[in-house]
Nanobody, 115 residues
Framework: QVQLAESGGGLVQSGGSLRLSCAAS????????MGWYRQAPGKQREFVAS???????NYADSVKGRFTISRDNAKNMVYLQMNSLKPEGTAVYYC?????????WGQGTQVTVSS
C-alpha cells in the first residue's frame, strides 16, 4: 500500500514562490517515476511536472522556467519549487507515483495565488 502526503501549499501573492513537498511511504521509492498534477476549480486535472527514477525531468509548457521538480530518494521525498507564481496557478496540487496500470495519488494541497 503506497501512501503519498503533500504539504507546503498556501496563499501567496502573484510573483511569489512556494515549495511543495510529497512524502511517500509503503514502496521502494527510488525505482518509480514521480509527478505533480494540479486541478483548478471547474477544470480537469492537468500535468505539471514529472521526474524519472534516474532524475530526468519533464514540465508542462505553462510552468517551464518557473517550476522545478526534484527528489530525495534517501528521504522518500519529491518536491516542487514554484517561482513567479501566477493567479492561474491557483489549484489543488497532487503528487503521484507512476505505476504500470495504476498511479497512486495523494490527497492534494491547496495553492492560492492572489493577484
Amino acid at each position: 500500500q503506497v501512501q503519498l502526503a503533500e504539504s507546503g501549499g498556501g496563499l501567496v501573492q502573484s510573483g511569489g514562490s512556494l515549495r511543495l513537498s510529497c512524502a511517500a511511504s509503503g514502496s521502494i521509492f527510488s525505482i518509480y517515476a514521480m509527478g505533480w498534477y494540479r486541478q483548478a476549480p471547474g477544470k480537469q486535472r492537468e500535468f505539471v511536472a514529472s521526474i524519472s527514477s534516474g532524475g530526468s525531468t519533464n514540465y508542462a509548457d505553462s510552468v517551464k522556467g518557473r517550476f522545478t521538480i526534484s527528489r530525495d530518494n534517501a528521504k522518500n521525498m519529491v518536491y516542487l519549487q514554484m517561482n513567479s507564481l501566477k493567479p492561474e496557478g491557483t489549484a489543488v496540487y497532487y503528487c503521484t507515483q507512476y505505476r504500470t496500470g495504476k498511479n497512486y495519488w495523494g490527497q492534494g494541497t491547496q495553492v492560492t495565488v492572489s493577484s
